[in-house]
Nanobody, 127 residues
Framework: QVQLVESGGGLGQAGGSLRLSCAAS????????MGWFRQAPGKERELVAA????????YYADSVKGRFTISRYNAENTLYLQMNRLKPEDTAVYYC????????????????????WGQGTQVTVSS
């Protein structure tokens, strides 16, 4: 079992930056591949970025590539999402998710593969 708590959301301006954090507790953080998802009103949940358990590989959605950076600090059980050059279309509730994986070092892009989810943090970008 792992508990995930997101923080760092809020109101940002177009062109600005925000950094989201996801604090994990419970089982060993380094045995989980992690992901950031988002869901805007009236839209389906989508993957924003994913990272392998050791942080050696990462994936980004085309819509955020070059603007967002996913990272993790296993020693402090924390996942980050640095969001730069924000756009109004980045407005959504952002969720971190964990996928147990102690055998490989890959990322996972499908939401159904994730075992645990945080409660979400709202990000609103004004134009």
């Amino acid at each position: 079992q792992v508990q995930l708590v997101e923080s760092g959301g809020g109101l940002g301006q177009a062109g600005g930056s925000l950094r989201l954090s996801c604090a994990a507790s419970g089982r060993t953080f380094s045995t989980y591949a992690m992901g950031w998802f988002r869901q805007a009103p009236g839209k389906e949940r989508e993957l924003v970025a994913a990272i392998s358990r050791r942080g050696l590989s990462a994936y980004y959605a085309d819509s955020v590539k070059g603007r967002f950076t996913i990272s993790r600090y296993n020693a402090e059980n924390t996942l980050y999402l640095q969001m730069n050059r924000l756009k109004p279309e980045d407005t959504a509730v952002y969720y971190c998710a964990a996928k147990f994986d102690c055998y490989s070092d890959r990322y996972y892009s499908e939401g159904y593969r994730y075992d645990y989810w945080g409660q979400g943090t709202q990000v609103t970008v004004s134009s």
